[in-house]
Every structure is written in structure tokens, then in C-alpha cells.
């Protein structure tokens, strides 16, 4: 019945009931009829001591031995998923504050060795980042144990090696009948990667914005070269035919046809730079074919996170007030862009210094236009030039091309809309542009 | 001599205005212009024989300005250029003036100024065509000699004396000076000096 490996531990056992009459409960295997092992407890004493007759029992421990099994599995499946969720838990006493319990993915995020036991309050809070402890700290003591309430906060952790961690930690006190805090279980997540990659967006978001911020200071510098190399070719065949006039007329003899021809070249040529000079106006009336149904408060609510980045190092807040009701209008979508971009950029660089605030406002007014104004707290409108700044190659800024406000007028203008500016009665100023509802085309 | 041959201005610009009104200035100012809208229409003409230049625009459809100035230096054509653009851009007025340019000029240019480097371009190129008839004409002169009288010349280009001569080529300093008396007349030297100046002109390697 007992199996060959345990015998001499049985012998030994019957060896210890005979000379003190009892022996410790000992865990051994029995055979079963069928040949299957069986796990047991088995233990023995005698009635009275140097007698031979007493009691033996064999306990099946079979129940018990599956039961271990099953918690030692579900241990690892949990510290399995631990692991790879890169997530530890805890729990620590409600009246002492020191740690009950710390999951091996928690010694393993901490840096602690779990050979040397639960780390002590102290230990675990030098590890993290000296300018997260008191945070830290203070949402532990105040909503875990004074409150008794969740607790939901972010940190960084710095191991010995410096190595920093980001940690998402989560707390939740376990109270018992008279509402007394009996112990706090809780969770720590390692969001190292997860801050990686949110810090990776953000210098895409930024890239993004400087691209942007490039591209319309590119375009423009493009379109102001180009028109300068063609508006010099009349100029310059002007000059030569003026000159040839005024040597012709110093001439002894008057060539008199000669000289007609001179001053009809010359003509021709100023004619023909007005021409450019027109044709670059109608450029921007150019897009008509490619107008779609564009909504104002999309155009805007995708713009401001890419301004971030510029608005962000000078204080600048930007608020959105913007009607949910105003019906969409047609237009360039591109183009349409580019005059928030371009007020939006003009606000937050006349609050560069100063800092403040721009509100983005949309509305429908009374008689159904769509209206955005867009109102800072800048440096204002220059005085007595309020009309000049949406004159092309007006500019207050040492850097600026003076073709912003100008190039967003006439888009505006070329969608059927105004766009004009006040100076606000404290401070800054508020640009407004108004475009006509869709559905008054179709009406 | 035969009446030297008329001045040739050239002038290469995509611009009709500017085409025209360079051509006017030049009628004006009693000078021949040729105007081409490509360069490629200035290429496949022959050069005139007599001074000329070229007006060029910077900016060319399909062949740049500074292209067509590379173009004529890798064919050995020294023709001067002057430049004309729409853009100020400092890189490429170096660059043109380093491989020869005689002026770069941006429109509008003022027209006086195009006519002074106009006639510095003729002139500068009236001098390289005079200097290459030149040379061109010594060798002619310089085919005439026999064997013995061209080694005399050369020895007598490196500033040595008649009775060196006559030791190095093994004759008597008489028959050295005949031969020297050759040269000269052959040459058409007026004195030894240009004779000496001759033989640099010819690029005769001093045989020492």
C-alpha cells in the first residue's frame, strides 16, 4: 500500500509512536486499489505510552493537494499578466501605513530585490522623483487615509541606476463595519513607453506647427519673388525706352518717329506691369472650381492644437466659443484655412510679450452671415493706420512679409465676405471675417 | 589695311520688352544688336569676324545664363559677357564674374550703364581678336624658317650671346650671325628685343 519511497519515512514514523507514544502529522502517498497514488496526512498515537494499542489515520489529501495546485497556477497566470501589463499591486496596513503585501511585478517596476521582503515606507518613497514626492505624498495621506477615498495620480520613479519610470498609480481603501480603514490595495502601472510615445505626438504636433508656420511664410516669400523678377522685366524695358527718348530728344535733329516709337514701347511696358500686378490680385479668385461645403468651427477646432506650440512659450491662452449652430459655407477649404491660421498666428504674436488671451468666437448673425471674431489682448492696432494694415507690404513686425492680412482679405473677399478689425476699448483688438451662409446660394 | 569689320552686339533674353528695348538702345547708340529668345538660337549661329559681345539673361528658358557662359568657355570662345537679371542674388553674380563676366547687371538697370559695359566688352574683345591675328601671323612668319634658323631663334629668345650660339650649334660666330640676320628678317624683327618678344608670343620654350 505505501509506495517504496516513502517507507523508510513510514518505518520511521511507526519507529517514533513506539518510543514516545505520538508523532507530528507528516504528508505521504498511499496506493489505491487501482494502482493511482493518493496524496495523505498521516499521523498516529498510542492510547497510553509503552502500550500497543493506539490510532493511526491517513487523511486523503487529494482535494487539498488540487485546491494548492490551482492557487499556484492562477499565481502565476496572474503574475504572467502582471508582467506583461508591466502592472504591480499592493497593500499595505490601514493602521501601521507599512506595506502588507507587494506583487513580484512591484519589486520588479521599484527596483527592490523581493529576496530582502517588503520595502518600508520610507524606502519606497526615495525612490521616487524628488519633484513628485510631495505630490505623491499628499494624495496618499490625504485622500487614502483622511478622505478614505480613491486615489488616481502620476509620477516618476528614478531607480538606483537613474533610470526613470513613469508610474500610473491607482489606491482604493478597504474599510471595515464602523467605516474604520482596515487596509489600501492598490495598483502601479509602468507607463514609461506610453509617456515615450505621447512625448513622441507632441514633437510631431510640433513639427507640424513649425511646417505650417514655414509653409505660409515660404509661400508668400515665393509669390513676392516671383512677382518681383516678372514686374522687372516691363520695368526695366520701360527705363531702357525712356532713356533712348531722352537722348533721342537731345539730338540736334528731332528723329521724331524714332522717338514715337520709344514712348509707345514705354506704354506697353507699364501696361503690361499694371497686368501682372492685376493678375496676382486675381490669383486668389483663381479657386472658385474648387469649392466644397467647409464648416468654420472644424476649420478652427483643427488649427488651434497645431498653434499650440507657438501660442504655449508666450502664455498665450486660446479660448473656443463657438456656436454649434452656424450653417457651413462654400469655399476653398485650403484657402479658408489659411485666414484663421493667419489671424490666429497675428494674435497670439501681438500677445508674443505679453501673454493673454485669444477667444475664437463663431455666430451666425442677424441677417445669416457666418462671423468669426477672433479677439486678443495684444499690443492693439497701430494708431491712426487701423486702415492701413491690410495693405499689402504694411507690417509691424521686423520680421513680417506684410502680406498676411492682405492675402487673407482678398480670400475673403473672393468667397463673398468682409474682413475687417477694431481695436478692443481695453485692450488688444479683434479681427473679424464674415462669409455667407451655403444655404443662402441654393435660396 | 583693309576697313576693320563692324562690332557685333549680342543679346539673348526670353523677355520681348526686353529684347526690343535692348535692340532700340543699341540702334540708338549706332551699334549692331542681334537679339535671340534661347540660347540654343544664339548657339547655332557662326561668330561674326569681327568684335563682338554678348548681352545674357541670368534666367533662360532651358539653358541658364550660366550655362551658356560654361558652354562657350568649354568650346574656346572667348567672347565677352555681360549679364543682366531680375534677381540680385549675390551667388550668382560671383560666380558669373568669376569665370569672366565683364559686368552683372540687374534689371532695371539703367541704361547708360549697359552701353558703358557694351563698349568695355567690344573693346576688351577687339584686343583679344588683335592679339590672336597676331599671333596667327607669326607663325606664319615662323613656318618660313628652316630647321637651323628656328633653333637659332630659340637659343637666341633665352638671352644668349652670337658666340654661345655659335659654340652650342658647332659653327663659327660668322655663320651664327647670317643666321641670326635670317631670323630677323624672316620674322620681320625690328630689333632683338622684339624678337625676344616675338618668341615669348609664339610660347618658344627656351632651350637652355
Known amino acids: 500500500m505505501i509506495p517504496a519511497e516513502w517507507r523508510e519515512r513510514t518505518e520511521r514514523a511507526l519507529a517514533k509512536v513506539m518510543q514516545t507514544g505520538t508523532v507530528q502529522p507528516f504528508e505521504s502517498e498511499l496506493f489505491r486499489k487501482d494502482g493511482t497514488r493518493v ?57 501601521t501605513r507599512e506595506a502588507r503585501y507587494w506583487s513580484e511585478e512591484m519589486f520588479q517596476i521599484f527596483g527592490f530585490d523581493p529576496q530582502q521582503g517588503l520595502p518600508e515606507r520610507d524606502q519606497w518613497l526615495q525612490r521616487i522623483h524628488p519633484e513628485d514626492r510631495d505630490k505623491v505624498r499628499r494624495q496618499a495621506s490625504n485622500r487614502m487615509f483622511v478622505q478614505k477615498v ?55 504636433r510640433q513639427l507640424e506647427a513649425d511646417l505650417a508656420h514655414i509653409n505660409r511664410v515660404s509661400t508668400m516669400g515665393e509669390m513676392a519673388a516671383s512677382l518681383a523678377h516678372e514686374i522687372k522685366q516691363p520695368i526695366s524695358a520701360a527705363t531702357t525706352n525712356a532713356q533712348i527718348s531722352l537722348w533721342l530728344l537731345e539730338r540736334d535733329q528731332l528723329a521724331i518717329q524714332e522717338l514715337r516709337e520709344a514712348i509707345s514701347a514705354v506704354m506697353q511696358s507699364v501696361k503690361r506691369a499694371a497686368d501682372i500686378i492685376d493678375h496676382v490680385r486675381t490669383l486668389s479668385k483663381k479657386g472658385t472650381q474648387d469649392r466644397v461645403l467647409v464648416d468654420l468651427n472644424q476649420v478652427i477646432r483643427e488649427i488651434e492644437p497645431l498653434l499650440e506650440y507657438e501660442s504655449r512659450p508666450s ?40 501673454g493673454g488671451e485669444l477667444v475664437v468666437t463663431s455666430e451666425q448673425t442677424d441677417n445669416g452671415q457666418v462671423l468669426i471674431s477672433l479677439s486678443d489682448t495684444g499690443v492693439g492696432l497701430p494708431d491712426n493706420k487701423e486702415d492701413r494694415i491690410f495693405e499689402a507690404f504694411f507690417s509691424t513686425k521686423p520680421q513680417g512679409t506684410g502680406m498676411g492680412l492682405a492675402i487673407s482679405r482678398s480670400i475673403v473677399e473672393s468667397h463673398g465676405g468682409r474682413l475687417w478689425a477694431k481695436g478692443n476699448p481695453e485692450r488688444g483688438a479683434t479681427f473679424y471675417f464674415e462669409l455667407p451662409p451655403h444655404e443662402s446660394e441654393a435660396a | 589695311m583693309s576697313a576693320p569689320d563692324p562690332a557685333t552686339v549680342f543679346v539673348i533674353d526670353d523677355d520681348g520688352d526686353v529684347r526690343a528695348s535692348i535692340q532700340r538702345l543699341l540702334k540708338t ?14 548657339l547655332r549661329r557662326n561668330m561674326p569676324k569681327g568684335p563682338s559681345c554678348l548681352i545674357l539673361d541670368i534666367r533662360l528658358p532651358g539653358m541658364s545664363g550660366l550655362e551658356v557662359q560654361r558652354k562657350l568657355i568649354d568650346a574656346g570662345l572667348s567672347i565677352p559677357i555681360i549679364f543682366i537679371s531680375a534677381h540680385a542674388d549675390v551667388d550668382v553674380a560671383v560666380r558669373a564674374m568669376k569665370f569672366g563676366a565683364v559686368e552683372f547687371l540687374t534689371k532695371p538697370f539703367r541704361p547708360q550703364e549697359l552701353v558703358d559695359a557694351v563698349q568695355q566688352a567690344l573693346q576688351r574683345d577687339e584686343g583679344i581678336q588683335r592679339e590672336q ?23 637666341f629668345a633665352s638671352g644668349l650671346p652670337t658666340k654661345q650660339i655659335a659654340s652650342r650649334l658647332g659653327v663659327s660666330e660668322v655663320t651664327a650671325a647670317v643666321h641670326r640676320g635670317h631670323v630677323m628678317q624672316k620674322m620681320q624683327a625690328g630689333s632683338p628685343a622684339e624678337l625676344g618678344r616675338m618668341a615669348e608670343k609664339l610660347n618658344l620654350a627656351s632651350a637652355k
Not at chain 1, 502601479?188 to 514633437?203: F, G, L, N, P, Q
Not at chain 2, 544688336?33 to 544664339?42: K, N, P, V
Open chain 1, 39 to 95: 496524496p495523505v496526512l498521516v499521523a498516529g498515537a498510542l492510547f497510553e505510552e509503552g502500550g500497543n494499542e493506539g490510532v493511526a489515520f491517513a487523511l486523503d489529501l487529494s482535494e487539498q493537494k488540487r485546491a494548492e495546485e490551482a492557487l499556484r497556477h492562477s499565481k502565476n497566470y496572474l503574475a504572467e499578466a502582471q508582467r506583461l501589463t508591466h502592472t504591480g499591486s499592493w497593500a499595505l496596513d490601514g493602521t
Open chain 1, 150 to 204: 480613491d486615489s488616481d495620480v502620476e509620477y516618476r520613479i528614478v531607480l538606483p541606476d537613474g533610470t526613470v519610470k513613469h508610474i500610473h498609480g491607482l489606491a482604493h481603501p478597504v474599510l471595515g463595519p464602523n467605516e474604520e480603514l482596515i487596509e489600501v490595495v492598490g495598483t502601479v502601472v509602468d507607463i514609461t513607453e506610453h509617456k515615450h510615445a505621447e512625448e513622441a505626438r507632441d514633437r510631431l
Open chain 1, 315 to 354: 502664455s498665450v491662452a486660446i479660448r473656443l466659443n463657438l456656436s454649434e449652430h452656424i450653417p457651413q459655407v462654400s469655399g476653398d477649404r485650403v484657402q479658408l484655412q489659411q485666414v484663421v491660421m493667419n489671424l490666429m498666428l497675428n494674435a497670439i504674436e501681438a500677445m508674443k510679450d505679453s
Open chain 2, 29 to 42: 547708340v549706332g551699334l549692331r544688336g542681334e537679339a535671340f529668345a534661347s540660347a540654343q538660337d544664339f
Open chain 2, 133 to 155: 591675328r597676331d599671333i596667327s601671323e607669326l607663325q606664319q612668319r615662323y613656318k618660313t624658317l628652316t630647321p637651323r634658323e628656328r633653333e637659332v631663334m630659340a637659343l
